[in-house]
Protein backbone atom coordinates (compact mmCIF):
# COMPACT_ATOMS: atom_id res chain seq x y z
CA UNK A 1 0.00 0.00 0.00
CA UNK A 2 1.56 3.69 -1.21
CA UNK A 3 2.41 5.80 2.13
CA UNK A 4 3.41 9.10 1.97
CA UNK A 5 4.22 10.59 5.24
CA UNK A 6 5.38 14.01 5.47
CA UNK A 7 7.21 15.71 8.68
CA UNK A 8 9.28 18.91 9.42
CA UNK A 9 6.86 21.54 9.21
CA UNK A 10 6.00 24.01 12.36
CA UNK A 11 5.44 27.86 12.94
CA UNK A 12 8.77 30.22 12.00
CA UNK A 13 9.46 33.53 12.17
CA UNK A 14 9.92 35.43 8.31
CA UNK A 15 13.18 34.98 6.87
CA UNK A 16 13.68 31.50 8.95
CA UNK A 17 14.21 28.30 7.36
CA UNK A 18 12.46 24.94 7.34
CA UNK A 19 13.47 21.56 6.07
CA UNK A 20 10.71 19.21 5.31
CA UNK A 21 10.98 15.08 4.36
CA UNK A 22 8.96 12.83 3.41
CA UNK A 23 9.19 8.92 3.91
CA UNK A 24 7.84 6.82 0.91
CA UNK A 25 6.29 3.22 0.89
CA UNK A 26 4.40 0.92 -0.68
CA UNK A 27 6.03 1.46 -4.14
CA UNK A 28 9.16 1.39 -5.93
CA UNK A 29 10.66 5.27 -4.87
CA UNK A 30 13.30 5.39 -7.16
CA UNK A 31 11.38 4.59 -10.30
CA UNK A 32 9.03 7.40 -9.56
CA UNK A 33 9.50 11.27 -10.14
CA UNK A 34 8.52 13.44 -7.01
CA UNK A 35 6.98 16.74 -6.46
CA UNK A 36 6.27 18.80 -3.02
CA UNK A 37 2.71 20.94 -3.36
CA UNK A 38 0.86 23.32 -0.75
CA UNK A 39 -2.39 24.09 -0.44
CA UNK A 40 -2.81 27.36 1.21
CA UNK A 41 -5.83 27.79 2.39
CA UNK A 42 -8.78 25.08 2.72
CA UNK A 43 -10.86 24.46 -0.34
CA UNK A 44 -7.86 26.26 -2.01
CA UNK A 45 -6.32 23.92 -4.92
CA UNK A 46 -3.12 22.59 -4.31
CA UNK A 47 -0.01 24.16 -5.80
CA UNK A 48 3.00 22.57 -7.61
CA UNK A 49 6.14 23.57 -5.56
CA UNK A 50 9.34 21.88 -6.75
CA UNK A 51 9.74 18.39 -8.23
CA UNK A 52 12.63 16.36 -9.04
CA UNK A 53 13.81 13.56 -11.14
CA UNK A 54 14.02 9.90 -10.78
CA UNK A 55 17.42 10.12 -9.67
CA UNK A 56 17.68 13.87 -8.27
CA UNK A 57 19.41 15.32 -11.73
CA UNK A 58 16.58 17.08 -12.58
CA UNK A 59 14.41 19.41 -10.61
CA UNK A 60 12.08 22.46 -11.13
CA UNK A 61 10.59 24.63 -8.98
CA UNK A 62 7.53 27.11 -9.19
CA UNK A 63 8.63 30.66 -9.78
CA UNK A 64 6.87 31.56 -6.02
CA UNK A 65 10.02 28.90 -4.82
CA UNK A 66 13.14 29.36 -6.90
CA UNK A 67 16.13 30.83 -5.08
CA UNK A 68 15.05 29.92 -1.91
CA UNK A 69 13.67 26.07 -1.50
CA UNK A 70 15.87 22.84 -2.86
CA UNK A 71 14.40 19.94 -3.04
CA UNK A 72 16.35 16.77 -3.15
CA UNK A 73 15.81 13.01 -2.83
CA UNK A 74 17.42 9.71 -1.59
CA UNK A 75 16.87 6.65 -3.05
CA UNK A 76 18.32 4.50 -0.66
CA UNK A 77 16.00 5.95 2.38
CA UNK A 78 12.88 6.23 0.40
CA UNK A 79 12.98 9.78 1.01
CA UNK A 80 12.01 13.42 -0.39
CA UNK A 81 13.25 16.38 1.07
CA UNK A 82 12.18 20.48 0.70
CA UNK A 83 14.30 22.84 2.14
CA UNK A 84 13.01 25.87 2.54
CA UNK A 85 14.81 29.19 3.04
CA UNK A 86 13.78 32.66 2.97
CA UNK A 87 10.17 31.98 4.67
CA UNK A 88 7.16 34.40 3.83
CA UNK A 89 4.18 34.71 5.63
CA UNK A 90 2.61 33.75 2.20
CA UNK A 91 4.62 30.51 2.35
CA UNK A 92 2.55 29.39 4.76
CA UNK A 93 0.06 26.28 3.84
CA UNK A 94 -0.32 22.89 4.02
CA UNK A 95 2.45 21.09 2.33
CA UNK A 96 2.80 17.82 0.37
CA UNK A 97 4.50 15.26 -1.33
CA UNK A 98 3.28 13.10 -3.96
CA UNK A 99 4.76 10.48 -6.54
CA UNK A 100 3.55 11.49 -9.80
CA UNK A 101 1.37 9.07 -11.21
CA UNK A 102 0.06 7.50 -8.24
CA UNK A 103 -2.89 8.64 -6.84
CA UNK A 104 -1.86 8.53 -3.05
CA UNK A 105 -1.42 11.82 -0.83
CA UNK A 106 -0.25 12.05 2.35
CA UNK A 107 -1.75 14.51 5.22
CA UNK A 108 0.71 16.90 4.69
CA UNK A 109 2.27 18.94 7.32
CA UNK A 110 1.49 22.61 8.69
CA UNK A 111 4.15 25.25 7.65
CA UNK A 112 3.04 28.55 9.14
CA UNK A 113 5.43 31.59 8.67
CA UNK A 114 4.55 34.59 11.22
CA UNK A 115 5.83 36.68 13.50
Known amino acids: QVQLVESGGGLVQPGGSLRLTCAAS????????MRWYRRQAPGKERELVA?????????NYADSAKGRFTISRDNAKNTVFLQMNSLKPEDTAVYYC???????WGQGTQVTVSS
Open 26 to 33: GFTFSRYA
Open 51 to 59: GIGTSGGIT
Open 98 to 104: HAFGLAR
